[in-house]
């Protein structure tokens, strides 16, 4: 009898402990989300001159768009798995060698990034792949332990948003790729397996001390101050919540409902300006929010065209890829 009520007391300390570590697991640590001052919509009037019209036959599915401060144009070509420039005097250079597992070739391209020199981030290989501006390699950088998905260089500081996400947002790298910290809690507890994609989002910079993220499905902004090391969160002028995740026919896995509101397609900083790419209007039209550089809502405006995939602003211009494959570029001036 003894025996069983010791076999009892186990068992009941075993439970004890799992439900402590699972409690554990699921802790979330309360982060401030700040308000906005203003809580609709600013509309300003501008205009568009349509100035350049690029279709290239040698970009297949281009499916993102950046833009360097002298207006060369960085487009990343899905099929081919390469990043292509258009430079401002209509020369062609490629980044890559395509699809595959060796030096400067990709099998899943996620992310890029421009400074004085091309940054191409692949999460299947786990590798960061450098290249000088003219198209010539400068090194594949393997990354241990780390798969990164989104990807931005600041100052003497890289900064990552991982493929799998465990109890942090983002991991801050020195520039020989040595990690540093991990930054910024989660906003709200979301499963494991639904982070990847509930906590989708793109990167941008001021090219100085200051890093944003924009959740694709959540309006909310994350920003991080490198200088003062401080991460904070702010909500979006109409504060997207997050779709209720559906799990995939036929397979493993989940995904967002197509029909689920964008609350951040695209992210850019220009002149001293935060610009967010979203759907979430009433029609669904797609819309430029813009706040400033600690994420103060400022005011939206229209765009010249609905199909609009993927945009930057640049010198008073608006570079736009089209889901049609076409690149347009417009001269704006604000009414």
């Known amino acids: 009898m003894r025996k069983y009520i010791l076999y009892f007391i186990v068992v009941l300390m075993i439970l004890f402990s799992c439900k402590k570590t699972i409690e554990k697991k699921i802790e979330i640590i309360p982060v401030k989300i700040y308000e906005q001052n203003i809580h609709q919509r600013v509309w300003k009037k501008c205009n568009f001159d349509l100035i350049a019209k690029i279709k290239s036959d040698s970009l297949y599915n281009p499916i993102s768009l950046k833009v360097d401060n002298e207006e060369n144009i960085y487009v990343y070509d899905l099929p081919k798995q390469k990043i292509k420039m258009i430079s401002n005097e209509g020369k062609y250079i490629e980044y890559g060698s395509g699809r595959g597992k060796g030096p400067k070739e990709f099998l899943n391209l996620t992310d890029y990034y421009i400074d004085s020199l091309v940054y191409i981030v692949d999460p299947n290989l786990s590798k960061v792949a450098i290249f000088k501006k003219d198209g010539r390699f400068i090194e594949d950088f393997k990354l241990k332990k780390i798969r990164p998905y989104r990807f931005v260089s600041i100052g003497k500081y890289y900064l990552i948003r991982p493929v799998n996400l465990t109890e942090r947002l983002f991991i801050l790298l020195d520039k020989n790729f040595k990690k540093i910290s991990e930054i910024g809690n989660f906003f709200e507890y979301i499963e494991p397996i639904k982070r990847s994609i509930l906590f989708d989002g793109k990167l941008c910079t001021n090219g100085i001390d200051k890093i944003y993220y924009g959740f694709l499905y959540s309006g909310i902004i994350a920003k991080y101050d490198i200088i003062n090391d401080t991460f904070e969160y702010y909500n979006t002028i109409d504060k997207t919540k997050l779709p209720q995740i559906e799990k995939i026919a036929g397979g493993k896995g989940v995904k967002a409902p197509k029909k689920s509101p964008k609350a951040c397609i695209d992210i850019f900083f220009d002149d001293d300006k935060v610009y967010i790419l979203t759907n979430t209007t009433k029609n ?52």
Request: zero cysteines.
């Open 284 to 335: 669904k039209e797609p819309v430029l929010d813009v706040y400033n550089s600690n994420l103060s809502y400022l005011f939206s405006f229209r765009l010249p065209s609905d199909k609009i995939y993927s945009l930057k602003i640049k010198n008073k211009k608006l570079f736009a890829l089209l889901i049609t494959g076409e690149i347009l570029i417009w001269q704006i001036k604000f009414v």
